[in-house]
């Protein structure tokens, strides 16, 4: 029959390789917490949450604390008609990563018993994708020869953190430039910046020749006023990531001329709200990224599938798995540096 039998959620940790280092936060590892649907046909579906304190307010001990409520909400429900449980699991609002992980895990026993992947449930739309590689927030040496490294193994996008100290970023990047040209640049200041520093950035570094793919999240996640400031005052795109969560945040964004790109992370939306952000942002002719917090390939698996399902996005921010510590790969996709592909 496919009827959810139980849900179980199980902690896991997970180290950096090194030190993640963003606007005021320094990473040392990742905990995560593995959502396991069970069938009563003895179907098994997998998915992994990545709580976030910084963006959603999340304690892992609190949405540890869910699984009951979880069984509650799903148990003896059919995953064949999944948007009755995405229908039901959007009432996790405080805790959208467990909405997240529930929602794919259900999809996973899906895809299990009927045999059909879930990029193809999703829509099929493409089978391969290119992700782009992070560096951290460091001195101006060891930024340039983190760049380096990032496209000695084969990237050809990199992510570059900033937000902290706005006269060594704009060194930054101009010296990450001279060391990589061809290479295409992603800049997340994290929220670091006011409005009229952001503004400054973007115009020191278009006059030193640097061209920029997409500017993220240059300032505090509510101020969509300085958001929008810095959109029609930037020569490049600018993307929304902390204050775009739901499809709620997202409708503000496009009303208020906000924002050139959305970055989708399934662990602020949860794959109910990320599929109505895909086809909201595609009416408002706008365009889309998709990102990821401290996923292991477990929970990149997910934004791969969904990236490929829908086949919405210009830049894939998936490499969280490529920076932990990981005994075993647990992805439903092959990995062949830097694509992704099924």
Known sequence: MGQVKSVEFKMKEFEYFKPFHIT???SYGSQNIEVIVELDNGIIGYGEASPSFRVNGEKV???MGLENAVN???VGMDVRNYRQIFDITDKLFGAPSIKAAVQYATLDAFSEETGVPVYQILGGAKTKIETDQTMSIGTIEERISEAKSIVGKGHNII???IGENL?????SMIAIHEATKGCKYIVDANMGYTPKQAVRFVTEVYRAGVDISVFEQPVGMYDIEGLKYVRWNSPFPVAADESAKTKYDVMRLIKEEAVDYINIKLMKSGISDALAIV????AANLKLMIGCMGESSLGINQSVQFALGTGAFDFHDLDSSLMLKE???RGKYKVDVPYYYV
């Open 167 to 171: 006269e060594e970023d704009i060194k």
């Open 24 to 26: 005021n936060s320094i």
């Open 72 to 74: 509650e909400m799903i």
């Open 279 to 282: 086809e909201m942002v595609k």
């Open 327 to 329: 005994q075993v790969f």
């Open 61 to 63: 001990a609190a949405v």
């Open 159 to 161: 992510k570059i953190k």
